[in-house]
């Protein structure tokens, strides 16, 4: 029963868009139910804008219909098809606040990463949209565990550390060339603190070994250089960690 009158619900609709072929449907002259399916309509053939007005026209003209959550929904899926990725964050992190509990949140939430990871910038620019995507795409993966696109989840989320790692790793490679050791060691430092499950781990664990002895901290040196040989023995960066401590202990000696 629901079916049909829902098929005739739909095929009112389309009478009625039939009937104004000039100027549009009059959404003020329609049901929630008819603007919803119109709506619907014009999403299925990737008539976004056209959508999104309907949904739009639907959230104001029934702010209380039973519709309107859905069609928020659909308002940041039209605006994430598009590739109009800051309206689909925008959207998407809305709905998320207004409707903790909805089903459609991990949805929300990874379409919300990669809205942010789509506009990131190269390493040597702001990283804010970098931070948001790795911030949710974290919380996406630690709060649904069972998410079926977590895979996908996962690796943008691998990126967006690699990117952030990479950040960190472009400015302290520039203190350490303007032998700026402290301001140096502090960004390897964050690095190793941070970014450890990254490539650049070992590397920085040994320049952080290299800018200490720089600031005649030889203790706190030896602790880093002797963590990246036990982490990493077979890395290139063991082999230059094996001779400034050799060097280290001959200049001691």
């Given at each position: 029963?629901?079916?049909?009158?829902?098929?005739?619900?739909?095929?009112?609709?389309?009478?009625?868009?039939a009937a104004l072929p000039a100027c549009g449907p009059k959404f003020d002259e329609m049901s929630p139910s008819q603007i919803y399916d119109y709506g619907e309509s014009e999403f299925n053939d990737r008539s976004f804008s056209n959508?999104?007005?309907?949904?739009e026209a639907l959230i104001d003209l029934y702010p209380f219909s039973t519709y309107v959550t859905q069609a928020e929904l659909r308002?940041?899926?039209?605006?994430?098809?598009?590739?109009r990725w800051a309206e689909a964050a925008v959207a998407y992190e809305?709905?998320?606040?207004?409707?903790?509990?909805n089903a459609a949140v991990p949805h929300c939430l990874h379409r919300l990463g990669l809205s942010h990871h789509k506009q990131k910038l190269a390493i040597d620019r702001d990283q804010a949209e970098t931070h948001l995507a790795e911030q949710?795409?974290?919380?996406?993966?630690?709060?649904?565990?069972?998410y079926p696109d977590r895979e996908d989840a996962e690796e943008k989320l691998r990126e967006a550390r690699e990117d952030l790692a990479a950040?960190?790793?472009?400015?302290a490679r520039f203190y350490w060339r303007e032998k700026e050791y402290y301001a140096s060691l502090q960004r390897f430092e964050r690095v190793v603190r941070d970014y450890s499950d990254t490539k650049?781990?070992?590397e920085s664990l040994y320049y952080a070994g290299a800018c200490l002895l720089r600031l005649d901290e030889g203790a706190e040196a030896k602790?880093?250089?002797?963590?990246?040989?036990?982490?990493?023995?077979?890395?290139?960066?063991?082999?230059?960690?094996?001779?400034l401590l050799d060097d280290t202990s001959d200049h001691a000696s």
């Open positions: 029963m629901k079916t049909s009158r829902r098929i005739a619900t739909a095929l009112a609709a389309v009478l009625l868009f959508a999104i007005e309907a949904y308002i940041a899926d039209s605006y994430f098809a598009r590739k809305d709905f998320v606040e207004r409707h903790p509990t949710t795409l974290t919380r996406l993966v630690t709060q649904y565990p069972d950040r960190e790793r472009y400015i650049f781990y070992a602790r880093r250089l002797d963590l990246l040989l036990a982490k990493f023995p077979d890395d290139r960066y063991a082999d230059k960690a094996r001779k």
